[in-house]
């Protein structure tokens, strides 16, 4: 049972260019999520999914793009990534929409964009 | 709308020394409320929960109480050690968005 994985840990990408950060759940999760965190902010929910099919828009979601096509699988997608866009990046999940409070997160990943 | 504001860091202290985080909540409706831990280089855990007023969640020594009455949620503890020393993040739910504090930073020195 390897959790909450994501890959990758580090990118350094060039303002412009677009990336898929990918996360996956062992653990039959419904319930995914994706926050940035930045300095002085806390997290800050990008977009999350409450199940396979199903996306719908956090806090900040402008500039990225995401899909739940299985229930293991929740990837985030800069479309022209941007230097505002320069954060640790966090993928989270939980067994369901109304158990969200037992999230479990992954190791993040941390994303610098020139 | 919904926030959640939590005491500003970075807080030091001593081994053994008491230590409490203040956590203000505002929410529309009756949100549950967390402390997460993120220790260096690895994501959030969850720390304690607190679901409905009154309740006191509490793990690993650390203890905090949901007063409805003062929309807080403090973080404390009766004496901290060395392996304490992490990011603490104060949260609530409301639905199924979580709102999250910006982080209080604690290092504890032997």
């Known amino acids: 049972n390897a959790g909450v994985t994501q890959t990758p840990k580090f990118q350094v990408l060039k303002t412009g260019q677009s990336m898929t950060l990918q996360c996956a759940q062992d653990m039959n999760h419904e319930y995914m999520s994706w926050y940035r965190q930045d300095p002085g902010m806390g997290l800050r929910l990008i977009h999350y999914s409450v199940g396979a099919g199903i996306t719908d828009q956090g806090e900040v979601p402008n500039g990225y793009n995401v899909s739940r096509s299985t229930t293991e699988d929740f990837p985030l997608r800069l479309l022209s990534a941007a230097p505002s866009q320069t954060s640790v990046y966090f993928c989270?999940?939980?067994?369901?929409?109304?158990?969200?409070?037992?999230?479990?997160f992954g190791p993040g990943t941390r994303l610098t964009v020139t | 709308g919904d926030s959640v504001t939590q005491m500003e860091g970075p807080v030091t202290l001593s081994e053994e020394a008491f230590l409490t985080i203040n956590c203000t909540y505002t929410?529309?409706?009756?949100?549950?409320l967390f402390w997460y831990v993120q220790y260096p280089g690895e994501g959030l855990q969850l720390l304690l929960k607190a679901t409905k007023a009154d309740d006191k969640g509490s793990n690993k020594g650390f203890e905090a109480t949901y007063r409805k009455e003062t929309t807080s949620f403090h973080l404390e503890k009766g004496s901290v050690q060395v392996s304490d020393s992490a990011v603490y993040f104060c949260?609530?739910?409301?639905?199924?968005?979580?709102?999250f504090g910006t982080g209080t930073s604690l290092t504890v020195i032997p």
């Open positions: 949260a609530q739910n409301t639905g199924n968005q979580f709102y």
């Open positions: 989270a999940s939980s067994y369901s929409w109304d158990r969200v409070d037992e999230q479990y």
């Open positions: 929410a529309t409706g009756y949100p549950s």
